[in-house]
């Protein structure tokens, strides 16, 4: 993408003025949809579902491969956003791993605050398995919020016994609801989307008075060793660049398989730009690419 594309996207991202009054709940909700949605691409098949007993949308590739399911979790930290909002980018990453995927709508905050999300997660991941879905043919994958959600609920499953799926892809991970991270104030001007004090707002409704350093909550202060793979992508001009730096970093440690990818120049989520980012559309294989290859030999050999 030349500077002047990304000076154009940037412009974009931060074209929506910001009122000296705090919208409403409704309002954020409503402006998220507008500003986020993307239609389904051309190819995708949906249908409304229940997996763990939330409401969910799957989403089905006309090219399917018959290689595995894909869990996704969609982001807005833990307040907005829902599959609608996420079925262009979810759509997206199915229609290009050849994977039927189901998008969770996991409660939210503050009508439903820490620990409900998780709670969700790991609700639509042992049903996945209770099913007969073999693990090494699940793939899981979600974007800010739902990245660590996404880490959240295999911490869950950990903990209930449950095996772990065949790998996992987290788009700008928000990881760590202390806020700690260096970049949330290096980045904070470069950064068109996030503030810090946006982040703080997410965090007051849907941790409240709890420990914001809980390992469900923050997966970054959590052991990490037996899960599984991880592709993390992250862009450069972003406040949780470091979330996503330091997750890489704490997965390494804990033995875990991580592959870290931080795109110059580019905003929080940048996948949701596909078909008019370059950088998206290239992140966007690489992501279906590493899902595909980390599922299970038998499913792959018996879809050639």
Same mark, same amino acid.
């Given at each position: 993408?030349?500077?002047?594309?990304?000076?154009?996207?940037?412009?974009?991202?931060?074209?929506?003025?910001?009122?000296?009054?705090?919208?409403?709940?409704?309002?954020?909700?409503?402006?998220?949809?507008?500003?986020?949605?993307?239609?389904?691409?051309?190819?995708?098949?949906?249908?409304?579902?229940?997996?763990?007993?939330?409401?969910?949308?799957?989403?089905?590739?006309?090219?399917?491969?018959?290689?595995?399911?894909?869990?996704?979790?969609?982001?807005?930290?833990?307040?907005?956003?829902?599959?609608?909002?996420?079925?262009?980018?979810?759509?997206?990453?199915?229609?290009?791993?050849?994977?039927?995927?189901?998008?969770?709508?996991?409660?939210?905050?503050?009508?439903?605050?820490?620990?409900?999300?998780?709670?969700?997660?790991?609700?639509?991941?042992?049903?996945?398995?209770?099913?007969?879905?073999?693990?090494?043919?699940?793939?899981?994958?979600?974007?800010?919020?739902?990245?660590?959600?996404?880490?959240?609920?295999?911490?869950?499953?950990?903990?209930?016994?449950?095996?772990?799926?065949?790998?996992?892809?987290?788009?700008?991970?928000?990881?760590?609801?202390?806020?700690?991270?260096?970049?949330?104030?290096?980045?904070?001007?470069?950064?068109?989307?996030?503030?810090?004090?946006? @982040?703080?707002?997410? =965090?007051?409704?849907?941790?409240?008075?709890? $420990?914001? *350093?809980?390992? #469900? &909550?923050?997966?970054?202060? +959590?052991?990490?060793?037996?899960?599984?793979? @991880?592709?993390?992508? =992250?862009?450069?001009?972003?406040?949780?660049? $470091?979330? *996503?730096?330091? #997750? &890489?970093?704490?997965?390494? +440690?804990?033995?875990?398989?991580?592959?870290?990818?931080?795109?110059?120049?580019?905003?929080?989520?940048?996948?949701?730009?596909?078909?008019?980012?370059?950088?998206?559309?290239?992140?966007?294989?690489?992501?279906?690419?590493?899902?595909?290859?980390?599922?299970?030999?038998?499913?792959?050999?018996?879809?050639?």
């Amino acid at each position: 993408m030349s500077r002047q594309q990304r000076d154009a996207l940037d412009t974009m991202l931060r074209s929506a003025p910001r009122s000296e009054t705090p919208p409403t709940l409704e309002e954020q909700r409503s402006g998220f949809t507008a500003a986020v949605s993307r239609p389904v691409p051309e190819g995708v098949v949906t249908r409304r579902t229940v997996l763990g007993g939330r409401p969910a949308l799957e989403l089905e590739a006309a090219e399917d491969h018959g290689r595995g399911r894909l869990l996704y979790l969609h982001g807005g930290g833990y307040v907005i956003g829902s599959p609608d909002t996420h079925a262009g980018l979810v759509g997206e990453l199915a229609r290009r791993a050849g994977l039927r995927a189901t998008s969770v709508d996991y409660r939210l905050a503050p009508e439903h605050p820490f620990p409900a999300a998780v709670g969700d997660g790991l609700a639509a991941y042992r049903e996945l398995l209770a099913a007969g879905t073999d693990p090494r043919d699940v793939v899981v994958a979600g974007d800010s919020a739902g990245a660590g959600l996404s880490i959240a609920t295999l911490l869950a499953a950990r903990e209930d016994g449950l095996a772990q799926p065949a790998a996992v892809v987290l788009f700008s991970p928000w990881v760590d609801l202390t806020l700690a991270g260096g970049s949330m104030r290096s980045k904070n001007d470069a950064d068109p989307i996030f503030t810090e004090a946006d @982040l703080r707002a997410y =965090v007051d409704l849907y941790v409240r008075a709890g $420990d914001r *350093a809980h390992p #469900l &909550a923050s997966p970054l202060f +959590a052991d990490l060793t037996g899960l599984p793979p @991880l592709l993390v992508q =992250v862009g450069a001009n972003e406040v949780l660049l $470091d979330d *996503a730096v330091r #997750l &890489a970093g704490r997965a390494a +440690a804990d033995d875990v398989e991580v592959t870290l990818e931080v795109g110059p120049d580019l905003p929080h989520v940048f996948q949701h730009h596909y078909g008019r980012l370059d950088e998206a559309d290239v992140a966007l294989d690489r992501a279906a690419r590493f899902l595909t290859t980390h599922l299970s030999p038998n499913r792959l050999e018996t879809a050639r």
